[in-house]
Structures are given as C-alpha cells and as structure tokens.
C-alpha cells in the first residue's frame, strides 16, 4: 500500500520557509539602517509574511529613544525568527517517514525492530547503518588495492607486475614455494660506505660531504650544494632511509650539550620545503634493493641538479618564478627543472 504524504506539513514548511526569508530580509535592512531605521517599511502579511513590529504606537516611538527602539524591533525580529524556525522543524519532523531510512532488507533479521524493549527497538537501524559502512569500505579497499599494486614505489625489490624476482620450486607435497632475494643493501661496513662518499665527493667537487655516526654505525651525511641548500642523509648501509632540506644560512645542529642533529625540523622556507619532499620522492624511485650503490649514486646526481634551483628556468613555461617560487621539481630521468604546476 502506497505510503501517504502529508500535505499540511508541506504547506506549513514552505509557509514557514516563506515567512522566515521575509523576517531575514528584514533582519538585515534594520541593521544595515541602524537607529534610522524605519518599521513601517517591514513586511507585513499582505506579502506571505507576519511582523508584530507594526503593532508598535506613535506614542511609544516619541516616548523611547532612538536606540531603545532600534533595540525593541531587533528582539522582536529575532523572537519571531526564532518561533518560525521552530514551526519548520516541526513540519519536517512530521514529513520524516522511517521506511525512507532502512531501504535494505537484511532478513529475519528485521524482528529485532519489533523487540518491544525501548533500548533495542533501534537495532535493526544501527545494523543497517553499519552494514552500509562496511560495505562502502569493502568498496574504498578495492579501489586502493587496485592503485597501490601498480605503485611501483615501494622499499622493496618485490613488484606484483612483475615476477622475474620470483622463483617457483615443488615442495616435497607438490605445493608451489616462493623465494624472494632478500634485500642485502643494508649489509654493508663503515669503510665501504666512507669509499662511497669520498667517491661522490671526487666526482661532485661543488658538494661537500661530511660523515657522521651520532647513531652507532648508521651513517649521516652533512651535505652542502654550493651556496645553496644544506642537506641531511641517513643511511643504513647503501640505503637512504632519511632526507632532510634546508636552505644555506639554516643549521642543523642543535645548540646544547650534546650537540645533536636535528634531522626532523623542516626548513622554514615553502620553497626547501618542496624540495624536501621530492627529495623522498626521488628517494623511492631510485631505490633499489639488487644495486644500492648505483641507487645512492643515482640520487646523489639527481640531488646535484638543485645547484642551479634560483637560476634555471622552468623548461616548460620558461620563467623563472611561478607564485613566487622557483622550479623546484626535477625530472628523474633527464634532470630538467620545472614547476609544480609544469611538471610533465
């Protein structure tokens, strides 16, 4: 049977809607008029719309003052907002219908509605709610599934597109056996890492290293590209598990007795902020767990490029400031500078 619709609330709520611009409108002339403001010119309800601001005497007005009055209309425009809006809550209570919000049938399980308990009458509701929920999540899980295997930057030399790290062998029960290379870029000794840098630092001369072990065996690469940025690198063997940016006059150290490292606080600049995170970027693309030296050669390159951040125009739109920011974006592949918003 066809659900009836109540037609007095309708009426009643876009009456109140009505009566409750016309109040608004008013609302707003008496405080753009301030103490001038004149009643007479109030909606009335010749127009749909009912103020009591009329009723207020000649005499009265002389009697008060200006400002008392001004103070008597806006109270009385405010009460008759106020018991409106109460009317149109009214009437779209009246027009909720309970069958518009369970529109899912779960069963048998729709008798537990019926508990004649007032605490569990809303069970079946809060049941639907949460199975939409779930659902709807179900939903979001797949989708970024489906975009995080085809990532291809991740920290390991596993790729779900590609199997040639796999191999496949027979148990002794038939079952397929998967063996995956275990990543070895971390197994690498102090001196072999110091070879690396002094390496980088022949090949680099406009960039100057310095080695430091505040974390045991840990490496950390104090690095300054000229007169331009200072940079932080953590290592962990070949591989770099950490990079920090900041511009050339900025210090990473910590003034205190132990003269830590700050390798967390950001830069207060937007522009070696950026830099900073296509840094990490560019960490993940260059990773590579079967070659880490040639990874961390790789990215000290890349990282090289920035020597010329305020110098070099966009190769895009060829200017060099972009919302007054240099290009601060750095193509993996041929190193060209672009902006943000450039970028291929």
Not at 184 to 209: E, K
Request: proline share 3%.
């Amino acid at each position: 049977m066809a659900d009836t619709i109540n037609t007095e609330a309708i009426s009643g709520g876009l009456k109140a809607v009505k009566i409750i611009r016309c109040l608004v409108r008013d609302l707003f002339e008496l405080l753009s008029d301030g103490t001038n403001f004149n009643s007479s010119s109030l909606s009335n309800s010749e127009n749909g719309c009912i103020s009591s601001l009329n009723a207020v005497g000649g005499g009265n007005a002389v009697a008060e003052s200006k400002e008392d009055q001004f103070v008597s209309n806006l109270q009385t425009i405010i009460a008759s907002l106020n018991s409106r809006i109460r009317e149109l809550e009214s009437s779209c209570t009246l027009l909720a219908h309970s069958s518009s919000q369970i529109s899912l049938n779960l069963g048998n399980s729709a008798l537990l509605g019926q508990d004649p308990a007032f605490e569990r009458s809303l069970i079946y509701s809060s049941m639907i709610t949460s199975y939409r929920w779930c659902d709807k999540m179900l939903e979001y899980a797949t989708h970024a599934n489906t975009i995080l295997s085809q990532n291809s930057l991740k920290r390991s030399h596993f790729n779900s597109l590609t199997n040639a790290t796999l191999a496949m062998n027979r148990s002794q029960f038939g079952q397929p056996v998967i063996y995956r290379r275990k990543t070895m870029g971390h197994n690498y000794s102090a001196p072999q890492v110091d070879t690396l840098c002094h390496l980088f630092q022949r090949h680099f001369p406009d960039m100057t290293l310095e080695i430091v072990r505040p974390f045991g065996a840990n490496a950390v690469l104090k690095i300054t590209l000229e007169r331009v940025l200072k940079a932080v690198i953590v290592l962990r063997g070949f591989i770099i598990e950490w990079i920090m940016v900041k511009a050339y006059h900025e210090e990473f150290e910590v003034e205190n007795k132990y003269n830590h490292i700050d390798i967390w606080s950001e830069s207060r600049y937007e522009v070696f902020r950026k830099v900073t995170n296509h840094a990490n970027a560019a960490m993940l693309h260059f990773y590579s767990p079967l070659h880490p030296d040639l990874a961390v050669r790789s990215f000290f390159q890349w990282l090289h490029s920035y020597s010329s951040l305020f110098s070099k125009p966009c190769r895009k739109c060829e200017c060099r400031l972009q919302d007054n920011l240099p290009p601060t974006w750095r193509d993996v592949r041929n190193l060209e500078a672009y902006h943000e918003l450039c970028r291929p």
